[in-house]
């Protein structure tokens, strides 16, 4: 903590000089360079040690630091709004936007000398550019480490910092705006790059949005980001890939600093969409797939929110050629995958696996999918954590599989059922959610497991009703949703079994005692059989007609 302070006084100093220098000369190219090198090559370090739990993973900052981390907050806003100001204070070409356009382009790098040799170089105009396209490559990795993303964990890029960050990456958007009108009548002269995003067919059926700013700038500095974070955030997956006879330690970049660059890079890939996002994913693909078989579990999550958006919002025509390598390693990960990655190694493995799905239901990759999200179900059963993630993550891979779903009804509904008798309330209503669900994508077979469900469905309509007489301050809210479920649950499975089943249900022994049929009996007399009926059965055609 102590160096953390030096490190911050010495911050405060600095840019207190910065900004003394910016009044009296205004913006130049040297006083943006020396403010982004105090603001880029500290913050690793800070950030660790304010936002790092034991093993390397980003975690909220302890009591003890959160007076430390406001005081960073507010630092780090000041670096990046007089960034801002200095960018404002000068033209594109001073910042090297020209440069990085034609980086972006493709053009071929200057060949690498031979071994041993001693080259003397000129320095020459186009240096001068390349260290301005630096400056701006660094101005968008430090709005990529600052600027918020929900899914990513970054507890430091959040409030001052954050919406100072993305002013950063505005600005730097509105100057190459200015750069494109610029060599706008120049056809011949467009980025390669650009060219190829303009004649790539968008796929949303004539609606041609024009890429605002910010997607310009992120696609054009992606091939030259790219190298800059692969060498941190993939360092310890191309290690471990290396083949020698002798596999010598790991000292690359630790667990932290990986997974901040993971972050970065997904960061800028969540940014994208439509053809911005084809053009990119050939440059980002191999790096995600690089950072997905790292072994820690916060790089992998970046990796894969990463991949979860490619698989979402690619288009179709990328989807075939892109899609199975996304699936195969969303899978590979989901598979035994900890608590901190489930979330983001199931959402990817759905949307790939949704967006591989041909016109009929109960593709293979569907169930390919669903037999790891079972497997993964069976292993973390006993374990509410787990199984409340689970029910939150895998419903909505269940109208992609449909009445199919029947073929995995061994494992899904011993787990369902069981998950509804749960000891967490939260755990039983999202058991019984789902359970609903599976009832009224399978109607036409729930005649033959009506009566196993049904007895499931009494049984916890009955416990929470006896929970809600025993608690002396009077009826539980949770108890009461539980039992609504159940009643809904009931109420699906009631039509979609049969008259066979509900003669049985009628004419049973016990069936006046059956406080779950009568609220079913309840509901109908409320709603009318007619129109209750109506309702479920109309619910049911639509599902069959999908």
Not at 173 to 201: F, H, I, N
Request: net charge negative; hydrophobic share 50%.
């Amino acid at each position: 903590m102590q160096a953390l302070n030096n490190s911050k006084v010495h911050a405060a100093m600095t840019l207190e000089h910065i900004a003394a220098r910016y009044e009296a000369d205004g913006a130049s190219l040297g006083l943006l360079l020396e403010l982004l090198h105090a603001a880029l090559h500290p913050a690793i370090t800070d950030l660790e040690a304010l936002y790092a739990d034991v093993s390397g993973a980003p975690a909220p900052p302890s009591t003890e630091s959160v007076q430390l981390a406001a005081a960073h907050t507010a630092a780090t806003a000041a670096h990046l709004q007089l960034v801002c100001q200095l960018i404002d204070g000068m033209g594109p070409r001073d910042l090297g936007l020209e440069a990085l356009a034609n980086q972006g382009a493709g053009e071929a790098a200057a060949a690498a000398p031979p071994a041993g040799n001693v080259v003397i170089e000129d320095i020459t105009a186009a240096d001068d550019e390349q260290l301005g396209a630096d400056i701006a490559l660094d101005a968008i990795l430090l709005s990529a480490l600052y600027c918020a993303d929900a899914q990513l964990q970054r507890p430091w890029a959040a409030g001052q910092a954050a919406a100072a960050a993305q002013q950063v990456l505005q600005a730097l958007a509105a100057k190459l705006t200015l750069l494109q009108a610029e060599l706008g009548q120049q056809v011949q002269d467009a980025p390669l790059l650009m060219q190829e995003v303009s004649s790539t067919r968008s796929g949303e059926q004539g609606q041609r949005q024009q890429p605002d700013g910010m997607q310009q700038l992120v696609v054009l500095a992606l091939p030259a980001l790219t190298p800059r974070l692969r060498a941190v955030a993939a360092a310890k997956a191309d290690h471990s890939r290396h083949s020698t006879a002798r596999l010598q330690p790991y000292s690359g970049p630790e667990n932290f600093e990986r997974t901040v660059a993971a972050g970065q890079l997904a960061w800028l890939i969540r940014q994208l969409s439509g053809r911005w996002l084809s053009a990119a994913a050939s440059i980002t693909l191999p790096m995600l797939l690089a950072i997905v078989e790292d072994p820690f579990p916060a790089v992998q999550a970046c990796g894969l929110w990463a991949v979860q958006h490619l698989a979402t919002r690619l288009q179709a025509e990328e989807c075939r050629s892109h899609g199975k390598f996304l699936l195969r390693a969303a899978q590979h990960v989901l598979a035994g995958c900890s608590d901190s990655c489930w979330p983001a190694a199931s959402a990817a493995a759905i949307a790939a696996a949704s967006r591989l799905q041909g016109e009929g239901q109960g593709c293979q990759a569907c169930h390919d999918v669903m037999a790891v999200l079972l497997d993964e179900g069976e292993r973390g059963a006993h374990n509410m954590d787990r199984a409340e993630a689970w029910l939150a993550a895998v419903p909505p891979l269940f109208p992609l599989v449909g009445l199919q779903l029947t073929a995995h009804f061994g494992r899904l509904m011993p787990l369902l059922l069981g998950w509804c008798l749960a000891p967490r309330w939260s755990v039983r209503c999202a058991a019984l959610e789902a359970l609903l669900e599976v009832v009224r994508l399978t109607w036409q077979r729930m005649g033959v497991h009506a009566a196993t469900v049904w007895r499931v469905l009494r049984r916890v309509h009955g416990d929470e009703q006896q929970r809600r007489q025993d608690l002396p301050q009077g009826p539980s809210v949770a108890a009461a949703a539980v039992a609504e479920h159940a009643v809904d649950c009931a109420l699906v499975l009631w039509f979609a079994a049969g008259a066979d089943f509900q003669l049985q249900l009628l004419s049973g022994r016990g069936g006046a005692d059956d406080l779950l049929l009568q609220a079913v009996m309840q509901r109908l007399e409320a709603h009318t059989p007619s129109e209750c009926q109506g309702g479920v059965m109309e619910m049911m055609e639509e599902e069959e007609a999908q």
